[in-house]
């Protein structure tokens, strides 16, 4: 004897129970279907035939029975197993067609065959040729709204033979035609069960019922008629029929298949922009989120990047090697230590020491004509402009000659000069007073601005050592010593040196400090970077906010599109395909959100730049934000994601 295909022995369902009255739909349905049978299940509206229809395409689950399927118990399955039914066993054909509204008659019908993981080429010739066979060859790129009643139905069906179609399943598929589409249908479903398909319709039309081999009355939820109740043997043999031997040995092969999941991403990507293009209003809305998180966080990290630099270069612009020396008092009680110029002379003889400078200075009241101002005026020696890499602009440096006289000769920053001389073309030559001692100009030191705090660089004059302790201040000794190490990359082991020198000198009492820019430098970059990682993580808010975004509006498109994840269930889309799918869409919303947040960015970035603002772009950054953007669409997306691919088939296909 002839295994059967279908094979339902006491089958009841109830839906309710708990805090709603249980409903009986089904009341104990025994009902065997062999290979090649055209089997026509009749009864009025709630007699329980579309119940019926659903356990029997495993769209739902009995709640007690057994459904053994080509001799395996349905039971016994998972959720992969059923899907890989519902795509290589079962086509379904339903009254309201079912097709998706955004992808087109070719799209529709090559469903099934995607999730079945058959390549593109082989996938687009099968599908046309079907719709080819079925008098649609002109309509393939047509979508749903802009076909009939008739050809819907008739996409419907070459959906359903997509995958072989060995089992077609016709809930009223003529229900919602008129007669002349109705009746073409009805011929295509004898032309299948001519070929060897199964054919299960449901209907209520008897008259539409008469055209199967084998009609089955059901009522109040149990079979009240089969007109091949004595059959106990299979019908004559059809050589297109598919038997139960080979479907439960391709089961048994196939259902663990993961598809080609290249054709299931492509796909997934079609539709997620085809539904983001669609609604491109509300998609432009979500993306506002993600563009402006996303702009933020770039622009914010280049500003601070920017400052960052900008303060960077102006400190390294004083020089990344300087050590200064002063003295200072070993402890509260004793009295500041004295650097002399005997100090200065050993240290110069040190390997580790470049040049090596003393300086004698203080603030003072500077004056030109009416003009009076407080400036820094430090007494130096020749080595100034290149131990501070600091050049004249106008005029110049004075010499060594200048040193050895104590000449009353000036070098003045750029900001005496605005200040004292603005009014005067050429300041060389010019006079001024410090401390009512006058002191001709030589040259203007070029614009080097302000190396940190309210200290200003370009408040000062350079007047000779010499000079300036002999005529200003009184003191031959320096008030501090600039030293300039021969290598910037160890600037700790010159201040270990001069340290071991001056304890040498000082016999072991240390009242001197030694300070150095790189120090300085490295502390100032890290309160950069922490500005900057501030700066980032406030625009990271952004991100979030967009995140939320995404999960509101991909929630909000499960809800939409709840008829057509059951619809991609019904065709043998897995769990994780359904995943898939809203995960790239959700992946998509960030990747647009992502690249528009750059752009974004960018213009931002050259008005800022335009308006003298301190910006630099980091690819680092802009990376990590995309990256981000992605993450984000992710995580949030997810949620949404999980829900669609947890959605109940029969649920789905019937939600409004």
Request: glycine share 10%; hydrophobic share 45%.
């Amino acid at each position: 004897m002839h295994t059967p295909l279908i094979d339902l022995r006491q089958i009841r369902k109830a839906y309710g129970g708990d805090d709603s009255p249980l409903v009986e739909v089904l009341r104990g349905i025994d009902l065997s279907i062999h290979a090649g049978e055209f089997v026509a299940i009749v009864g009025a509206s709630g007699s329980g035939k579309s119940t019926l229809m659903n356990i029997l395409g495993c769209l739902d689950r009995p709640t007690s029975g057994e459904y053994l399927f080509a001799g395996e118990n349905v039971a016994h399955l998972d959720s992969d197993e059923l899907a890989w039914l519902r795509r290589e066993a079962f086509g379904f054909v339903f009254q309201g067609y079912h097709l998706i509204p955004s992808g087109s008659a070719q799209e529709n019908v090559e469903m099934p065959a995607i999730y079945a993981g058959t390549p593109a080429a082989e996938r687009h010739a099968r599908a046309h040729a079907l719709l080819q066979r079925l008098g649609l060859g002109t309509r393939t790129g047509n979508r749903p709204h802009q076909l009939s009643g008739g050809q819907q139905q008739r996409v419907s069906i070459a959906r359903a033979l997509m995958n072989g179609g060995h089992i077609i399943l016709a809930d009223e598929p003529t229900g919602a035609l008129d007669s002349h589409s109705g009746a073409e249908v009805m011929t295509l479903l004898d032309e299948l069960a001519d070929q060897g398909h199964v054919v299960i319709l449901i209907t209520h039309d008897r008259e539409v019922a008469q055209r199967a081999k084998r009609i089955i009355e059901i009522r109040d939820g149990l079979i009240i008629s089969d007109s091949d109740e004595h059959a106990c043997a299979p019908p004559a043999a059809n050589p297109g029929a598919l038997q139960a031997v080979d479907l439960r040995q391709r089961l048994s092969n196939g259902s663990n298949q993961t598809g080609a999941w290249k054709g299931e991403l492509v796909d997934a990507v079609q539709a997620a922009w085809r539904v983001m293009w669609i609604n491109r209003f509300r998609t432009a809305l979500t993306l506002l989120g993600i563009v402006i998180g996303v702009a933020s966080v770039v622009v914010m990290l280049a500003v601070g990047e920017g400052s960052k630099r900008q303060v960077m270069a102006q400190m390294g612009a004083f020089g990344s090697n300087i050590i200064y020396l002063s003295g200072s008092a070993p402890n509260p009680r004793t009295p500041e230590g004295i650097i002399t110029l005997d100090d200065v002379a050993e240290l110069s003889t040190l390997p580790q020491v470049e040049r090596i400078m003393p300086v004698n200075g203080s603030t003072a009241g500077v004056r030109f004509g009416n003009a009076d101002h407080s400036s820094y005026v430090g007494g130096n020696d020749t080595n100034f402009p290149q131990i501070f890499n600091w050049p004249v602009i106008q005029g110049s440096y004075f010499t060594q000659a200048d040193e050895d006289s104590a000449a009353a000769v000036a070098v003045i920053g750029t900001k005496v000069r605005d200040k004292l001389l603005k009014d005067v073309a050429d300041p060389i030559g010019q006079y001024i007073l410090i401390e009512n001692v006058p002191f001709q100009i030589l040259g203007v030191l070029a614009e080097k601005g302000a190396s940190s705090g309210d200290s200003d660089s370009d408040n000062r004059i350079a007047v000779p050592y010499s000079a300036a302790s002999t005529r200003l201040f009184g003191s031959r000794n320096p008030q501090y010593v600039v030293i300039a190490a021969k290598d910037a990359r160890k600037v700790k082991d010159a201040e270990q040196a001069i340290e071991q020198a001056m304890l040498r000198r000082h016999h072991g009492k240390k009242d001197f400090e030694l300070t150095n820019n790189a120090a300085m430098i490295q502390a100032e970059a890290r309160t950069q970077g922490t500005l900057s990682l501030m700066l980032g993580a406030i625009a990271a808010i952004s991100l979030l906010v967009g995140g939320i975004g995404v999960m509101n509006i991909m929630l909000m498109t499960v809800r939409e599109r709840t008829r057509e994840i059951g619809i991609r269930m019904a065709t043998g889309a897995r769990q994780r395909d359904i995943l898939r799918q809203f995960l790239t869409e959700a992946l998509m919303l960030s990747v647009v959100g992502g690249i528009a947040g750059i752009g974004m960015a960018l213009l931002v970035g050259g008005v800022l730049l335009l308006s003298g603002v301190a910006i630099a772009f980091q690819g680092l950054a802009v990376i990590g934000a995309f990256a981000c953007a992605l993450v984000t669409g992710v995580i949030f997306g997810f949620m949404p994601a999980r829900k669609a691919a947890r959605l109940d088939p029969v649920t789905a296909l019937t939600s409004e």
